[in-house]
């Protein structure tokens, strides 16, 4: 137990689908990132708060939609994604995003679309 | 772009051996990290050592880092089937963004 919990823990959408991806942080963090995780790829990093401010948006395409309504919990909004979208979404938060800290993954959410 | 590469890809070895994976990086960094993760679940920071630090001892785990070649190893000791999982190094490159930046890994399996 890292002290980061997604939910849900797996989720299968059709394209034309509206789902929401949750993450919450108990650790006092000030900084929470989202990444994705596909098969054979390097772990790619997709968004990062720091303090409810957005500090990187690594070109996402706009189907993602991020939200940080406090420094504890962390959105993800999907609409309209394609098959290539499917993989493991993996949460992390640390202390601040400028202080190079160790990260504390959650879970993650295993994402198939249909 | 991708900072941290892992070598090998995969892995495999008998319980009581050690496991040896490097990384390689391309720029300057302030730090690296050593993460591990379990199939289908996130990572778990297993070690961090300094960019003027040479190596950094955590249990079975044992860290070097050598900045003038820009590669570190990571070796479990007398390894158990527990610590099957793929282990990734993620960089802290120095000049710019503070983002850790991954890996693909090493998938290592060890036999019982």
């Known amino acids: 137990e890292t002290g980061v919990t997604q939910t849900p823990r797996h989720l299968v959408m059709g394209m034309t689908n509206k789902k929401s991806l949750k993450c919450e942080q108990h650790?006092?963090?000030?900084?929470m990132y989202w990444y994705k995780q596909s098969a054979k790829k390097p772990l790619e990093l997709m968004f990062v708060y720091n303090f409810k401010e957005q500090t990187e948006n690594n070109s996402v395409p706009s189907r993602f939609s991020p939200e940080c309504p406090n420094s504890s919990h962390l959105f993800l909004h999907l609409h309209t994604l394609q098959p290539e979208d499917s993989a493991l979404y993996l949460c992390a938060s640390s202390q601040e995003s400028y202080l190079a800290d160790t990260q504390y993954f959650g879970p993650g959410t295993r994402l198939t679309v249909l | 772009s991708q900072q941290g590469e892992e070598d090998p890809q995969a892995l495999s070895i008998q319980e009581g051996e050690n496991a040896t994976m490097n990384c390689s990086y391309k720029?300057?960094?302030?730090?690296l990290q050593w993460y591990r993760q379990n199939s289908g679940r996130g990572l778990v920071h297993l070690i961090l050592?300094?960019?003027?630090?040479r190596e950094k001892h955590s249990g079975r785990l044992r860290v070097t880092l050598d900045t003038s070649k820009k590669s570190s190893s990571l070796l479990i000791t007398a390894s158990r089937a527990a610590d099957t999982a793929s282990y990734f190094c993620a960089t802290d490159p120095s000049g710019g963004s503070y983002i850790p930046t991954f890996g693909r890994g090493t998938s290592l399996i060890v036999h019982p």
């Open positions: 720029t300057s960094i302030n730090n």
């Open positions: 650790l006092g963090h000030n900084a």
């Open positions: 050592i300094r960019s003027n630090e």
